[in-house]
Every structure is written in C-alpha cells, then in structure tokens.
C-alpha cells in the first residue's frame, strides 16, 4: 500500500525539486520578500541584515564538513570497513537490509546526531555492495533515522535548558533531562518512531522493475597499496610510529575528558572519528588518501551553509521568526499548545535548520506564552525540539553530508522521506498532546 502512495511521491520530487543550492536561494528571496511584506522593512535593511549574517555559520559549518570528512576517513579503514560489512552481512534480503539501515541510523542518530548521518550513510553504501536494493530508498532509510535526534542523547534544547547559566534560566530555571528526553511523552514518540520508521521504510519498497539499483563497483572504496619509500619524506608518509604516537595523544586526551564527566559533543565526535582514522589506517598516507576522497562529497556544505545564516539573520533581526511563532501559539489553548508550538517550530526549520538557532529565536515567544497558559515548560521546549527534528525530512539542509558520503541528490532520497514527515508528524503530535 505505502509503496503505491510513495511511487507518485518520488516522481513529484524528481521532477521539481531543485538541487539544495538552488533551494537555499529561493529560500532567501522569499524570507526577504517576507520581512519587506510583512515586517515593513526596505530592501536595503533587508539585505543588510542579511550580508551581516552570512558568514556566522563558519564555525558550524566547518564542523558540519568535518563531520562528513572524518565520518568517511573513520568508516574507509581497513577494521571498520570488515566490521561493516559482516553487519551488513545480517541483510539477507532487500526487505531484511532496509529494515536493518533504518533501525541502526535511529540507534545512531539517538546517541549523536552526527554519528547518526554518518553511520547511516556508510552502513547504507557497505549494504548495497552486497544486497541488490533500491539504492535511493536505502540511503532515505538511512537518513529517516535522523527524526529522532533531537528526542535524544544530544538533543540541543533538551541539554541546553539542563545546563546552568542558559540564557532563560531566570524564566523556567534549569530542567533535567528527565523531564524532557526521559519523560514519558517523549520516549513515547522516540519507541513509536523506532517501530514506525523500519516499518514505513520497508512497506515503500518498489516494485519489481521500478526498483533503481546502484552498481556496486562504484561504492568501492580506493584501496592504497603501501610503499617501503626511499627518501625521508617517504619513509615519514609511511611510518606507523608518527600515526601511534598521535593516536596515543587523542586516546589520552578522551580518556581525560570523559573521566572528567565531558559530554558527547559535535566537536569530541569529530576528534573520536580523526584519531581512530589515524590510528587504524596506519600511515600518514594511508590517511590522507581516505581524507582526498572524503573531502569529495563536501561541496555542498561550504557553499550553502552562509545561505542558511543569511536567512536566519534575516528572520532574526526582522521580527519574521517571532511573528510566526506568535500567529501560531495564538490559536493555543493549554491542552494543544505543545501541537501549535510543534507546528511553529517545523515551518521555523525550514529557514532557520539549527537547532540551537532556532531555540534562542522562538523561546523568548514559545516560553512566556508557555506560562500565561499554565504548560508545562520543558514539555513546551520538547515541543520545539521535535518541530525542528520533524521538517528535516524534506528540508535537505541536513541530508547534505549523508548525501555527500552516498553520491546521491537531494531529489533521489526526499520523495520517501516525505511520507515520513506525514507519518511522524502525525506520532509526534500524539506524544506531545495527550501523553
């Protein structure tokens, strides 16, 4: 049934919509028309709040790029290339390896959302070398699991509102996380999701001959033959003592940091995939053959990631983001505030697909409101949290690193993924309403 609903799904999104670039443009044409329409400011001020912004993102998207980079140095050595694939092994059918990618991305991207897209993405690639799958629908399985990242261990507004000092403690204090990620509604949504996703993604399998399948020579991974060298400079590219005395500084470091209590963040799960890429591959040149291929698949973060803090200053600075979330929440009562909220955040995403970013524009609107309608404010901070996990599904801002490591297009994968953000959205909004 869902395979029939999902085929004229696929076909819409193949034929209009755009590669990400040029998405992200029409994006910010249309929040700039936006704020000039209906905030009154003039072009001028519009375009000003946006060149002030373009470049925030820098750091974040540098990240975002390491994520993708160091995620495929880690996966391309030889031991975690062998471990995936006897993983993989487990898929024995088309059905079974769909069923697997999905469950093991939801996993993934519950701990870490970075290790989520990256695991997803490689896990997806070691699968199709050995199963005969519709290669799209596999690498949308991979990256459904995502929905459930911020319902999870590095959710950013569940563990910014636990940490003291945040910028709205004087509003709601600080809030553990037993009320917001081990809270009842939420691990609601998070098991439903865990159940309903595999489920979603392997009742959309196509039919026989519609399938698209991917030639698995081309998910070969370059193999890099070692060389004894004859001059310094090669016997140091080829030396294992430089790659074990960097690695035993990294481990020490790790060892360090979480004995201390340090948490799982974006920065310590990039330096954990650097330094196993540098102590399994070996040499220096083993390493950095793996990074010249990983880098490959990064073009799209470095030149639509300024867009994107383009358009968030534009809805920041001009009052749009505020005035969303404010015509939203007007129609709440206490009992459907968390479902307005949740719907404010999803159309939030799709101009402002941070997280974080999102939080510090809506809380100063969503939390006050929260209190005059007497909810519950880490339930309404959830809400937040999960409108911005919902519209991931067919907002390609965070499909660009899985799509990256899978050598597909935005249009391949978002066809199934928006039967998703129907069937999620509809699991979501039960949680946050009547559990």
């Given at each position: 049934m869902l395979n029939v609903i999902s085929r004229p799904l696929v076909r819409l999104v193949d034929r209009w919509l755009p590669d990400p670039y040029i998405f992200v443009v029409i994006l910010t044409l249309l929040v700039m028309i936006a704020a000039m329409a209906i905030e009154g400011h003039g072009p001028m001020a519009v375009v000003g709040m946006w060149g002030a912004g373009f470049w925030e993102l820098l750091s974040f998207a540098m990240q975002m790029l390491l994520v993708l980079v160091t995620g495929y140095m880690m996966a391309s050595t030889p031991l975690v290339r062998r471990g995936l694939e006897r993983l993989a092994d487990l898929a024995g059918s088309p059905g079974t390896a769909i069923l697997l990618v999905s469950f093991v991305s939801l996993a993934a991207s519950w701990i870490n959302w970075g290790f989520g897209l990256v695991v997803g993405a490689l896990f997806a690639k070691a699968?199709?070398?050995?199963?005969?799958?519709?290669?799209?629908?596999?690498?949308?399985?991979?990256?459904?699991?995502?929905?459930?990242w911020h319902g999870g261990l590095a959710g950013s507004v569940p563990l910014a509102i636990a940490t003291a000092g945040h910028p709205f403690e004087g509003a709601i204090g600080v809030i553990a996380t037993h009320r917001t990620i081990f809270a009842a509604y939420n691990l609601f949504i998070v098991i439903a999701l865990f159940i309903a996703v595999p489920l979603v993604n392997r009742m959309m399998m196509p039919r026989p001959g519609e399938e698209v399948f991917v030639d698995p020579k081309l998910l070969a991974e370059p193999e890099v033959a070692d060389t004894p060298g004859t001059t310094p400079a090669e016997r140091m590219e080829n030396s294992r003592?430089?790659?074990?005395?960097?690695?035993?500084?990294?481990?020490?470091?790790?060892?360090?940091?979480?004995?201390?209590?340090?948490?799982?963040?974006?920065?310590?799960?990039?330096?954990?995939?650097?330094?196993?890429?540098?102590?399994?591959?070996?040499?220096?040149?083993?390493?950095?053959?793996?990074?010249?291929?990983?880098?490959?698949?990064?073009?799209?973060?470095?030149?639509?990631?300024?867009?994107?803090?383009?358009?968030?200053?534009?809805?920041?600075?001009?009052?749009?983001?505020?005035?969303?979330?404010?015509?939203?929440?007007?129609?709440?009562?206490?009992?459907?505030?968390?479902?307005?909220?949740?719907?404010?955040?999803?159309?939030?995403?799709?101009?402002?697909?941070?997280?974080?970013?999102?939080?510090?524009?809506?809380?100063?609107?969503?939390?006050p409101a929260a209190e005059a309608l007497g909810v519950d404010a880490a339930r309404a901070a959830m809400a937040v949290a999960w409108g911005d996990s919902w519209t991931n599904m067919v907002q390609p801002f965070w499909a660009l690193p899985i799509l990256g490591i899978a050598g597909l297009r935005a249009r391949d994968i978002m066809g199934f993924c928006t039967l998703h953000l129907v069937l999620s959205g509809i699991i979501i909004s039960i949680g946050l309403t009547f559990i």
């Open positions: 699968i199709a070398r050995k199963v005969r799958v519709d290669y799209r629908l596999l690498v949308a399985s991979a990256y459904s699991g995502f929905i459930v003592v430089l790659s074990w005395l960097i690695g035993a500084a990294g481990v020490a470091w790790l060892v360090q940091y979480f004995a201390g209590s340090g948490t799982l963040t974006l920065n310590v799960v990039n330096f954990m995939f650097l330094i196993v890429a540098i102590i399994l591959h070996g040499t220096p040149r083993r390493l950095l053959a793996s990074l010249n291929e990983g880098v490959k698949g990064g073009a799209g973060i470095v030149i639509q990631f300024p867009f994107y803090a383009g358009i968030m200053a534009i809805m920041l600075n001009s009052g749009l983001a505020e005035t969303i979330s404010v015509w939203l929440t007007s129609f709440a009562t206490e009992k459907s505030f968390a479902f307005w909220t949740f719907m404010s955040a999803g159309l939030v995403n799709f101009f402002v697909p941070s997280g974080g970013g999102q939080w510090a524009i809506q809380a100063p609107v969503i939390l």
